[in-house]
């Protein structure tokens, strides 16, 4: 720019100087004809390279841009480097662009970027088979006229990102477990995984567990005939053969209790889709768990119900009552001699809850969240001794996801616990 003012300076000074000479030699007239002529051809020269530079600009390639002479020749050099630097940029960042698209499209996962009204941005390979996108035609559309999924709606409507969901698609990819990770302002990445082989596999250690636990029922029952047949008081045993006989007695009565745990919990898992809409009469159904409490409770222990009896739900009865009863009799057994068990069921916040308090051993806090899997004891002796076969809690649980309901626990070690089943409002039967 100095240079530009610096030449333009000389230039005027030049001519000045010229037509003062001109003014001395010839005449005034003549040097300022002189004068007005440099600058007509001066004005005329910048006007023929402004009108290239405006003809470049119209449609700049790089080859074909003005060599311009004096200052211009300056200008246009400028302006070229920066059209190769601008250009240089441009194909740095298409060719990022490309690798992130590869890279991308490379992924098992299904990546989406959603903006605020959750309208597709971009998406890549794995996302389309995932969600049935075509990019051509989807591209800024919202994702749930794409992707129609009652529970996909709600999870991206709801907006609690901390958790992920499992959804069954109709497209290429059958299961998938999906999760919203927040980014920017208001903008979304939605990720999605296939969980397809997993539930495979998880379906074919069902199956298997449930297959073979209903094998060994038959071998078992012919055991346990066997031994009552054998162990009688006519056959006249000795002391030590009829200790030996109790003892397989109990243990076959164990492994009785642990098939039919067994096969009662895939029996709930396998039957995803039953009708679990009987009506429960609670009022006959703490009936019966009363009675069944009061013969488990060989140590005195006091216990209490406050059961509101208007609160009928719609479940599967037998599941229900094997729930409830899985409380109960874990609240006697792991509550030393008179202790204090309160069982109630009520509305809270128009949430129909189970609750069984006892002031029993308690469950350490590390340990809360663990003794809802399958075969988990926080204790093995005191479970064994009591008659326990560690699958209670992990059929509670389930009776509960079946029932669209949750198991709730709160446990202090050496002072208690208290095991709640909240069930969804719309399991209440609404009174006529
Ligand atoms: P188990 O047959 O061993 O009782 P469960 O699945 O019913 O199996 O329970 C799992 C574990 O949770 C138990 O082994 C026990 O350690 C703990 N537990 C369950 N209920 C209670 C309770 N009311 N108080 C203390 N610990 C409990």
Known sequence: MQDIKLRTFIFFVLILFLSFIASKIFSLNIAITFLILALIIYLISHIFWI???????????????????????????????????????KKDLATAMEKFVEAADALLDGVVSLNESNEIIWCNKRAQLMFGINVRKDTNKPILH?????????????????STIQVDTENYINHIEVKVIPFGRYQKLLTARDISPILKNELVRKEFVSNFTHELKTPLTVITGFIETLDQPKNNLSPGTKEIFTLMSDQANRMKDLINDLLLLSNIEASLNKNRSEKIYIGRLFD????????????KHKIKFNIDKNLNIYGSKSEIQSAFSNLVSNAIR???EKGN???????????????????????????????????YRVDEDRSRSSGGT?????????????????????????????FK????????IKPL
């Open 51 to 89: 009108n290239e530079l405006s003809k470049w600009l119209d449609n700049p390639k790089s080859n074909e841009i003005p060599d311009g002479r004096g200052i211009w020749q300056d200008i246009f050099s400028k302006i070229y480097k920066n059209y190769r630097f601008e250009n240089k940029s």
């Open 288 to 299: 019966s768990i009363k009675a069944s409490s009061s013969k488990l409770n060989k140590k």
């Open 421 to 428: 089943l909240i069930f969804p409002e719309d399991r209440i």
């Open 341 to 375: 068990i309160l069982i109630t069921w009520h509305l809270i916040n128009n949430l129909p809850i189970m609750e069984v308090t006892d002031n029993g051993v308690g469950i350490p806090k590390n340990k809360i969240n663990r003794i809802t899997e399958r075969f």
């Open 146 to 162: 794409i992707f129609r999924n009652s529970e996909f709606k709600k999870y991206l409507d709801e907006g609690n990102y901390e």
């Open 390 to 418: 560690g699958l209670g809690l992990s059929i509670v649980k389930n009776i509960m996801l079946q029932h669209q309901g949750q198991l709730e626990i709160t446990s202090e070690l050496n002072h208690g616990s208290t």
């Open 334 to 336: 792991y509550t030393p």
